[in-house]
């Protein structure tokens, strides 16, 4: 059975930091595409960050940029978000995904390239 179970959500001032961990089970990174998308109250959905675990290759929302780093380990099949100097706005829940690459669309934003999803986490940055 797959599953991706994401932790490390909790409450944090802003300027302070989170790290979330996407841990995998029932399938192995290393053809996989790992992305992290966050939705907040009142909105859509939107993709925050992206790695590609075959070669490494990044990718960041501009609003993250600078500020998030994702990472992965393929050998414990499990993928992270560090994410410092938090802000209000980036309050919200961050779920992990993960689809099979290549992708179709070769653009790592498009919700559908992904297969899995986990439950999601609660991260809420206070002002």
């Known amino acids: 059975e797959v599953q991706l179970v994401e932790s490390g959500g909790g409450l944090v001032q802003a300027g302070g930091s989170l790290r979330l961990s996407c841990a995998a089970s029932?399938?192995?990174?290393?053809?996989?595409?790992i992305g992290w998308f966050r939705q907040a109250p009142g909105k859509e959905r939107e993709g925050v960050s992206s790695?590609?675990?075959?070669?490494?290759?990044?990718y960041y929302a501009d609003s993250v940029k600078g500020r998030f780093t994702i990472y992965s380990d393929n050998a414990k099949n499990t993928a992270y978000l560090q994410m410092n100097s938090l802000k209000p706005e980036d309050t919200a829940v961050y779920y992990c995904?993960?689809?099979?690459?290549?992708?179709?669309?070769?653009?790592?934003?498009?919700?559908?390239?992904?297969?899995?999803w986990g439950q999601g986490t609660q991260v809420t940055v206070s002002s």
């Open positions: 029932g399938f192995t990174f290393d053809d996989y595409a």
């Open positions: 995904a993960a689809g099979i690459l290549p992708f179709a669309t070769h653009n790592p934003w498009v919700s559908g390239e992904y297969d899995f």
């Open positions: 790695i590609s675990s075959n070669n490494g290759s990044s």
